[in-house]
């Protein structure tokens, strides 16, 4: 079993900033989300579009927002449970909480975060017949190794970033790799666009616009697709391919969050306490997208506001016998788990003669 202080559910923005704030207050910090990576939808759905609203950054990638938050939380060594999904709460015995996820993976910690964002998310599926027939067996809806696919033919479906940047990915991994969009333009960044196109021009991947896979064929695994090239159906060809990974997108929900005992308003979890966002469970609070209260604004740096009061309550709980004076980082610099130190320059006082 994993023991921590505070175990956040979701690995987005906001609950890798919980886990600064918490680290100031000496308190460790374990994060669980389904998504194979760090980041929620900043790396899963848009890492390549530009944020404008980060106080102090004019403009800056989703994904590079992600990266600057898992450095600036790497010294309070967070333990992450990725690919899982957060599916029971129990209290224990002693008080604590303890999280199951969908993989059998128990969590226990006083405190309980829950960062979800808008929720686990779910990829978004095409209606195509078999569909289920093959899932983990040649059709995947996120890459979690690329090596998986290492010298094999790869079909990836789909017009955003996960699609465009997959594809770039796999050009130098896979044996062949097509790509197919149902238009001609694509949603994605300009340069990952340009740089699909560059390797089509080069011959390393395949591109098929506007298109749509309609049927898939094999026996034990899949082994070929049916692809359609326009609105005629007689306009239809059949590819051979070893995976195909169609990436639409992800569909937030609750989930399992609905059968904890939270209060549910609109689908989202309502904090009654906006002085620390705890929900109706005490010791288990809700901060960024996935809660609501009067005036709730769905942004980041609210989550980030919200994250920080959050994890002053935490503290209190979990330490009722201390009190924590806050101090300023400026004053009392960052001491990271790891044993370094980040603090401003000491003035140095020479007298005078």
């Known amino acids: 079993m994993i023991k921590t202080d505070v175990l956040i559910i979701g690995a987005g923005p906001t609950g890798l900033f919980a886990v600064f704030e918490a680290g100031l207050l000496q308190l460790k910090c374990h994060l669980i989300d389904a998504l194979p990576q760090p980041g929620g939808q900043c790396s899963e759905i848009y890492p390549k579009k530009p944020i404008y609203d980060i106080p102090g950054l004019p403009e800056i990638l989703a994904g590079d927002l992600v990266r600057n938050l898992l450095e600036q939380i790497a010294p309070f060594q967070p333990g992450f449970t ?73 079909l990836i479906a789909g017009g955003g970033d996960s699609a465009l940047d997959w594809s770039i990915i796999l050009a130098d991994i896979a044996s062949g790799v097509t790509l197919v969009h149902r238009r001609n333009e694509f949603r994605g960044a300009l340069d990952s666009v340009q740089k699909v196109q560059q390797l089509k021009d080069m011959g390393k991947i395949s591109l098929l616009t506007p298109a749509e896979v309609v049927g898939l064929h094999g026996t034990n695994s899949l082994e070929a697709v049916t692809i359609r090239t326009s609105a005629d159906p007689a306009d239809e ?48 609070y809700a901060i960024g997208d996935i809660n609501t209260y009067p005036g709730k604004l769905k942004l980041i740096l609210c989550g980030f506001h919200e994250a920080t009061l959050m994890v002053q309550s935490a503290y209190q709980r979990i330490h009722p016998d201390k009190r924590y004076v806050m101090k300023y980082t400026t004053v009392g610099g960052v001491h990271g788990f790891d044993g370094s130190i980040k603090e401003a320059p000491k003035a140095v006082i020479k007298s005078i003669d």
């Open 82 to 154: 990725l690919g899982e999904r957060a599916e029971t709460l129990e209290k224990d015995k002693d008080g604590s909480f303890i999280v199951t996820t969908n993989k059998g993976t128990r969590h226990k910690a006083p405190v309980v975060a829950i960062a979800g964002g808008l929720g686990s998310f779910e990829p978004r599926k095409p209606l195509l017949k078999d569909l289920e027939k093959f899932e983990d067996r040649g059709i995947s809806y996120m890459i979690r190794d690329p090596e998986v696919f290492r010298d094999k033919k790869v």
């Open 237 to 284: 060809v059949r590819l051979e391919t070893d995976h195909f990974i169609p990436l639409f997108g992800l569909s937030p929900k609750l989930g399992p969050l609905t059968d904890w005992g939270l209060e549910i308003e609109k689908n989202a979890i309502k904090a009654d306490h906006t002085i620390d966002y705890q929900t109706n469970i005490p010791g288990v």
